[in-house]
């Protein structure tokens, strides 16, 4: 018996903690469960293909917002092929709706709703022992699937539509034959004690070029209307006995990054300290962390912990999604912004912890120019990364069932992102659409840091930059396409040249600058400045200095040349820029 459990994931350095937790807590029936990951960037063609291979005698998908599409097109084509294996679905994006879904599908055979830990379990051996039945499956919680009732010819008098018998459907597998089934909706499951699970990795041995992911709680304290885990106000710690030895299985084998998925991973003061000073101890000089906090709960305490650690050792991802605080109140988040901007300040001063702000467009109140505002507002702490994204209406959340009252209107299919509110028109989305672009690519790169201090404030804001360089794309219709790194300089430079043209020496040597600061590139771009006439310095410099590295002569403000020195072999660990010092002879 096979039970065969399928990821499709965003990228390829991810992994599915799902299905590595739900193969791990089998039980018995652990070795008779396989695992199968694949990307949303394979063809479903190739998919099919590799699940056919695999032979497997129940599917299981592990189902999300990223992956919905797929899924459902797989399952389609996947019981056309192997009509006789049964497919069950899981996950927070069939959750919620379970019953419904499985009448739109009936490709689907069941649905585990909710923590599956002990529900798949249970079917599996359901499956193993040859039990999958009616009276079987009726015992375990969290399970919504189909029961056979009759088959019957094909009668218009005797088949009724959908709506008048909600609970029931019927599907004409065959010509002339209808199966009436009817849906069964078992008691959800119950939440599960974190200690009793086991650990997902411990035979996992492909760990190079991943990103894994951990968790030491469920739940959320909090009541952020946009976010499932706000479903869920009970929050429960797995064991610090657990953890620890946990954490340390990751660091023995120098994994590259490991990401908590905790909502709110320091609501706890002592299981946050204990895990960072722990992290801070056993440094093993590779590995990345990275938490999702609340800025503002952040105490002096464990400030002064983080402020020791090792740069690059962990990350912070810190949700602000908007500074208007009539749109905080309308999703129900509680933020002290005051007390997050102190925190924020506080962790960068230190400059060894890469930290991420995120804001939100397209919630309540929030219209584009009250957006420029958060925009600005979350700049102005000059994070390592600013997150532009857009509104998901999640299935199962309360900003799905107030949506209709806000008008706001989004995607049908998943991600069901907002496509415009009664505040932002789908217009201004777009618009916002294009400055996330130019975020991404021009600040959040770091590829262009020292063009980008010089050129930023000749504007009014920040915001009015990027939404002037995104105007400025459009106008050269380079939104339509994709650019190698030496273009977006060149764009860059463009924009630049056409703002301020007598300032085009200077942004030419800036950019320069900035361009190998990343890398010793072979080829020298072509907005780079004339090095002819000090081509015989720069040879010596190399000399004495090592051939590794790249010299640049600039001008410095008195008029002088100076000469600058590269290191790629000392970078910023947050960064990525190579260290670079002035050549004193």
């Not at 804001?359 to 420029?372: T, V």
């Not at 107030?402 to 706001?408: D, F, N, R």
Request: charged letters at 25%; one cysteine or more.
């Amino acid at each position: 018996m096979k039970l065969l459990l399928t990821a499709i994931n965003a990228k390829y350095i991810h992994s599915n903690l799902a299905v590595y937790s739900l193969r791990a807590s089998a039980g018995s029936i652990r070795d008779q469960v396989e695992l199968a990951e694949f990307t949303i960037n394979h063809r479903t063609g190739e998919i099919l293909r590799d699940i056919y291979r695999k032979k497997p005698d129940v599917l299981f998908f592990s189902c999300y917002i990223w992956n919905m599409v797929y899924v459902t097109e797989l399952t389609a084509e996947c019981k056309k092929v192997m009509p006789g294996v049964p497919i069950w679905l899981g996950g927070p994006e069939v959750s919620y709706d379970a019953e419904q879904y499985l009448r739109e599908h009936p490709e689907v055979d069941g649905i585990l709703c909710g923590e599956g830990e002990e529900s798949f379990r249970r079917l599996g051996e359901c499956y193993v022992n040859h039990k999958a039945d009616v009276e079987h499956l009726s015992q375990i919680p969290g399970l919504v699937f189909r029961r056979n009732l009759t088959r019957q010819k094909k009668n218009e008098e005797t088949v009724p539509s959908f709506t008048e018998h909600s609970n029931k459907s019927y599907v004409n597998y065959e010509a002339g034959a209808w199966e009436v089934e009817q849906i069964q909706t078992n008691p959800p499951a119950p939440l599960v004690d974190l200690s009793t699970l086991p650990f997902p990795y411990q035979e996992l041995t492909d760990f190079e070029n991943r990103i894994i992911y951990y968790e030491s709680s469920r739940g959320c304290p909090f009541s952020c209307s946009y976010c499932l885990s706000s479903i869920d106000k009970s929050v429960r710690f797995r064991s610090l006995e657990l953890v620890l030895p946990e954490l340390q299985f990751f660091l023995d084998r120098k994994v590259p990054q490991v990401k908590f998925v905790d909502r709110t991973f320091n609501c706890r003061k002592s299981h946050a300290m204990a895990i960072w000073r722990y992290l801070l101890e056993h440094d093993n000089g590779v590995t990345n962390f990275h938490f999702e906090i609340a800025a503002d709960l952040l105490d002096e305490d464990e400030l002064a912990l983080i402020a020791r650690m090792r740069p690059g050792l962990i990350q912070l991802e810190i949700g602000v999604q908007s500074t208007n605080p009539r749109t905080l109140e309308a999703i129900c988040r509680k933020t002290d912004l005051g007390g997050l901007r102190d925190v924020v300040a506080k962790v960068h001063a230190g400059k060894n912890i890469h930290q991420h702000l995120d804001l939100i467009a397209g919630l309540p109140f929030e219209d584009y120019e009250s957006f420029g505002r958060s925009f600005n507002d979350v700049y102005a702490m000059r994070p390592d990364q600013l997150q532009l994204g857009f509104l998901k209406v999640l299935k199962g959340s309360r900003m799905h069932r107030e949506a209709e009252q806000y008008g706001i209107v989004r995607r049908a299919l998943p991600p069901y992102e907002v496509l415009c509110t009664p505040w932002l028109a789908f217009s201004d989305v777009l618009r916002l659409k294009m400055v996330e672009d130019m975020v991404e690519n021009y600040y959040n790169s770091h590829q262009f840091d020292g063009t980008l201090e010089k050129l930023m404030p000749k504007f009014p804001s920040p915001f009015a930059f990027f939404e002037r360089l995104a105007e400025f794309y459009e106008e050269r219709h380079a939104e339509q396409r994709k650019h190698s790194r030496v273009q977006r300089y060149e764009l860059l430079l463009a924009f630049a040249q056409k703002s301020f043209p007598e300032e085009e020496q200077s942004f030419r040597q800036l950019l320069t600058i900035d361009y190998y600061l990343r890398e010793r590139a072979k080829a020298r771009p072509s907005f780079a400045p004339d090095q002819t006439a000090y081509k015989e310095s720069i040879t010596e410099i190399l000399r004495q200095t090592g051939k590794q590295n790249h010299v640049e002569a600039v001008s410095a403000e008195d008029g002088q040349v100076k000469y600058l020195i590269f290191d790629y072999e000392n970078r910023d660990p947050l960064t990525y820029a190579a260290r670079v010092t002035e050549y004193k002879g």
